[in-house]
T-cell receptor, first 115, second 113 residues
Framework: DAGVTQSPTHLIKTRGQHVTLRCSPI?????VSWYQQVLGQGPQFIFQ???????GRGNFPDRFSARQFPNYSSELNVNALLLGDSALYLC??????????????FGPGTRLTVL | AQSVTQLGSHVSVSEGALVLLRCNYS??????LFWYVQYPNQGLQLLLK??????LVKGINDFEAEFKKSETSFHLTKPSAHMSDAAEYFC???????????FGGGTRVLVKP
């Protein structure tokens, strides 16, 4: 079975631009979460989506937004890019079952560089 | 708020030696605990998880971790290091409600021949 896929793998943008990152979850998984991993640090939670609705949001500014589509794939959008947005953006998918331990499986990430 | 502390940002071990990576968490209720591994330029791969079924958890590639509630710890061990174990390891905690994983800062493992 295919794992979590993300596109693009690398991206270079300049300050002030916007970016869209894409994620396809494991087949059968209905929940997608996004994380930002700055170089040398652990991943930080940005969003969780389940059945196209936002279920959780981390401490990130409103420049960050996301959505989930009927096929459970997801997009992360970042507007007005800052140098500090340079990071590896990780997508994780899970079953999203209520009341169950919901293990997250991660994709390879998108490396965003803001110049 | 929950947090995770990984003692030692870098660990160097000889091939064949014991690997010990330390993780302590703070949480008001017993959480779910995870160890992930990240190889260079890759995403995170799940090594093992604690879900309250057993305090000693076995994972892939001969890794195991022991949950100690009294010490709020979930240390990761492997009896014999292999060159392929060179990577960064992350401990993470999650509460029963919600899907947010809170990660530690990571420990980079170097394996010397």
């Amino acid at each position: 079975d295919a794992g979590v896929t993300q596109s693009p793998t690398h991206l270079i943008k300049t300050r002030g631009q916007h970016v869209t990152l894409r994620c396809s979850p494991i087949s059968g998984h209905k929940s997608v979460s996004w994380y930002q991993q700055v170089l040398g640090q652990g991943p930080q939670f940005i969003f969780q989506y389940y059945e196209k609705e936002e279920r959780g949001r981390g401490n990130f500014p409103d420049r960050f937004s996301a959505r989930q589509f009927p096929n459970y794939s997801s997009e992360l959008n970042v507007n007005a890019l800052l140098l500090g947005d340079s990071a590896l953006y990780l997508c994780a998918s899970s079953l999203g079952l209520a009341g169950e331990i919901d293990t997250q499986y991660f994709g390879p990430g998108t490396r965003l560089t803001v110049l | 708020a929950q947090s995770v502390t990984q003692l030692g940002s870098h660990v160097s071990v000889s091939e064949g030696a014991l690997v010990l990576l330390r993780c302590n968490y703070s949480s008001s209720v017993p959480p779910y605990l995870f160890w992930y591994v990240q190889y260079p330029n890759q995403g995170l791969q799940l090594l093992l998880k604690y879900t309250s079924a057993a305090t000693l958890v076995k994972g892939i590639n001969d890794f195991e971790a022991e949950f100690k509630k009294s010490e709020t710890s979930f240390h990761l061990t492997k009896p014999s290091a292999h060159m392929s174990d060179a990577a960064e390891y992350f401990c993470a905690v999650k509460q029963a409600a919600g899907n947010k994983l809170t990660f530690g800062g990571g420990t980079r493992v170097l394996v010397k021949p």
